[in-house]
């Protein structure tokens, strides 16, 4: 009888012993870190435990880094930042960066396209609605929130489905933390995969499938998203509550 080998998933997203370096000065000490395809990963810790640093890392954004990045079972490592965001990963950086002096259409139609599947202008307004009527507004003029669904929206023209996002409900009133809530569970639900460094834990637990806490630039933790009060009993002491 011949035997059929199990099928293994490749995760979409796969850190190995990541060490990160800003100068002389080191901020990720060996992060171990995979994201399956269609899993929400929240990534939490205090302010400086190196959340940002991870995301750039897997960006190729800094230069002095160490370890093995994997995207879509691809090793990326040695590729510089375009050709890693070619390998269908966007990120949406904490501050944003939404171009002031373009328009909500201009900013939307920037993006380099790297896949098929990117969204037409008329899906992401029909994620994001409060958009649509800005759409002829410049993004110097938008409120955070609309600048966060823009850069949102922008990742997603480019046809990424892993998505990297830093803090997205930083500073948001939370009328607009549910929309960008709703949005993320969309996407989430279409098999989109997520790393999602937060510090609003709530918001994690209502995302994430599963959320790993990072300490001292190296992930200390992990917990599946089973049960909310579980998941926050086991990584209450890598937070801030
Ligand atoms: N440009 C930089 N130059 C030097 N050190 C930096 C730089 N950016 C970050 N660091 C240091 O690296 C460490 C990790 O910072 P990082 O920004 O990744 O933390 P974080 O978890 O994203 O914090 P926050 O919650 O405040 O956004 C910190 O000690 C920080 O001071
Ligand atoms: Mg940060």
Known sequence: MTEIAPTTTQPALEVLDLKTWYGASQALFGVDLNVMPGEVVGLVGRNGAGKTTVLRSIMGLLPRQTGRILIGGLDATTRGPAARARLGIGYCPEERAVFASLTVAENLALPPSI????LSEAEIFALFPNLESRR????GQLSGGE???LAI????RTGARTL???EPTEGLAPVIV????AALITLKRRGYT???VEQNFGFVLRVADRVAAIEHGAVVAESIVDDPDLAEQRLAQHLVL
């Open 115 to 118: 896949g098929p599947s990117g």
């Open 136 to 139: 002829h507004h410049y993004g």
């Open 147 to 149: 600048q966060q669904m």
């Open 153 to 156: 929206g922008r990742i997603l």
């Open 164 to 166: 990297l996002l830093d």
């Open 178 to 181: 549910r929309q960008i809530e």
């Open 194 to 196: 997520m790393l999602l």
